[in-house]
């Protein structure tokens, strides 16, 4: 069946670093991939989509590329903040169903 | 302040009590989901419903059930809880109109069962 497959966290970084979150997905046809971000003691946000292959998904400094032929989704961000500490959840959607499907979460923190 | 409320927060319970989670929306929302999450594990899909008196099964029902009486309630039931049902739940909503992917999720409850 359909999965995501994310890399382990927790992620510690110095604020401005540079960061990569690495998820990869298997699935059927073409499915729709996203980001959800979870900050401490709230509910999962949508952070960025993508619906189909190469397209990219950007949001508040985050960016992830749908790449088909590598079937990987991986979020990106140029310099992080310690406002960006939260756990990322990559998920994705096969096409035309209401299902998500979850990764099982990356934990970031960002120090000063 | 518009959202998704869960109630309670936190909660512990012994092995064979039962409980109900509530699942409160005040966004006239039709779709309605609980999902639990474990260490190691995603998101997965316990219960749903499209709109006020209906429910379905989704990914890992067992053990739990659920009612939606008022469209802007879902309740979540454990009739007789169990220590595999130790987890962190999370419901969420979403418009009828609106893409699948922009769900509005609580902030969870905390549950443990000994």
């Known amino acids: 069946g359909d999965s995501v497959t994310q890399m382990e966290g927790p992620v510690t970084l110095s604020e401005e670093a540079f960061l990569t979150i690495n998820c990869t997905y298997t699935?059927?046809?073409?499915?729709?991939l996203f980001w959800y971000v979870q900050y401490p003691g709230e509910g999962l946000q949508l952070l960025l989509k993508a619906t189909k292959a190469d397209d990219k998904g950007s949001n508040k400094g985050f960016e992830a590329t749908y790449r088909k032929e590598t079937t990987s989704f991986h979020l990106e961000k140029g310099s992080v903040q310690v406002s960006d500490s939260a756990v990322y959840f990559c998920a994705l959607s096969a096409r035309n169903t209401d299902k998500l499907i979850f990764g099982t979460g990356t934990r970031l923190q960002v120090f000063p | 302040n518009a959202g998704v409320t869960q109630t309670p927060k936190f909660r512990v319970l012994k092995t064979g009590q039962s409980m109900t989670l509530l699942c409160a929306q005040d966004?006239?929302?039709?779709?309605m989901y609980w999902y639990r999450q474990d260490p190691g594990m995603g998101l997965r899909l316990i219960h749903y419903?499209?709109?006020?008196?209906?429910?379905a099964k989704g990914e890992v029902p067992d053990g739990y059930n659920v009612s939606r009486l008022k469209k802007q309630n879902f309740l979540l039931g454990l009739e007789s809880a169990a220590p595999s049902q130790t987890s962190v739940y999370f419901c969420?909503?979403?418009?009828?109109?609106?893409?699948?992917?922009?769900?509005?999720f609580g902030s969870g409850t905390r549950l443990t069962v000994v």
């Open positions: 699935a059927t046809g073409y499915p729709s």
């Open positions: 966004m006239n929302h039709e779709y």
């Open positions: 969420a909503s979403r418009p009828q109109t609106e893409p699948f992917w922009g769900r509005t």
């Open positions: 419903s499209v709109g006020e008196g209906t429910t």
